[in-house]
């Protein structure tokens, strides 16, 4: 009798911000591959996972902002799913963007913004025999910090609203039935310009990350 083939690698795509793009707190550029929370995710997984760093700068849920191009979540993420495909697992990571002062939302609309990019990954094509609606991981981003001059008036008054993040990202991950991280409990965003954490910050959230993704039954 021939051995079953071995299972091809979970994949994991990893959609966030410049936290999951890896901006240095002291506004150096980007941390390296290795030091990423991603790059973390995936030694500490091995070889059985996959994980598809998808981090830009600035990215919100789902509103468009004219820092730069492509900043709108919503506008490329079934775009980037299907190219992607197969996937097992989404980890969306968004929401600190949103909480700039120049859009006014709550931390009920950027709950509902993540919700909306959930419903896309529910609407998916199936473009293969192998794909599938891939699970979500939600996690909510750290809370701010004492912003630094490049961010003060950016977030300002958005220390009640970060912190009322992670309840709300929460509950909806109660009503959706989904796994959900407070990446806040694991990473403190201090000093630097109050955004951004640094290299032990992605160390830890990785490592928390993986102790999570290990335990869900993707199959």
């Not at 690698?9 to 990423?36: K, Q, V």
């Not at 992607?84 to 980890?91: F, G, T, W």
């Not at 309840?167 to 039935?177: I, K, Q, V």
């Amino acid at each position: 009798m021939n051995a079953a083939a071995p299972r091809a690698p979970f994949r994991i795509l990893c959609f966030g911000d410049s936290n999951t793009w890896g901006a240095r707190p002291d506004g150096g550029g980007r941390h390296d591959a290795a030091t990423r929370w991603t790059g973390v995710l995936s030694h500490r997984l091995g070889p059985a996972y996959t994980v598809i760093e998808e981090g830009l700068r600035g990215r919100t849920t789902r509103l468009d902002d004219d820092m730069g191009p492509g900043r709108n979540g919503a506008a490329y993420f079934a775009p980037c799913l299907i190219t992607h495909q197969p996937l097992d697992l989404v980890i969306l990571m968004l929401g600190v963007n949103d909480l700039k002062d120049r859009f006014g939302q709550t931390a009920a609309d950027v709950a509902d913004g993540v919700d909306h990019l959930i419903a896309l990954v529910d609407a998916l094509p199936i473009e293969g025999p192998s794909d599938k609606v891939p699970q979500v991981l939600i996690v909510a981003p750290p809370r701010l910090g004492t912003r630094g001059a490049a961010f003060a008036a950016v977030y300002a008054h958005a220390d009640t609203k970060s912190a009322e993040l992670a309840p709300a990202l929460a509950a909806l991950a109660t009503a959706r039935g989904l796994p959900f991280l407070d990446a806040s409990a694991i990473v403190t965003v201090a000093g630097g310009d109050g955004v951004h954490f640094g290299a032990a910050g992605h160390e830890a959230l990785g490592e928390a990350l993986a102790h999570v993704v290990a335990s869900l039954p993707l199959s």
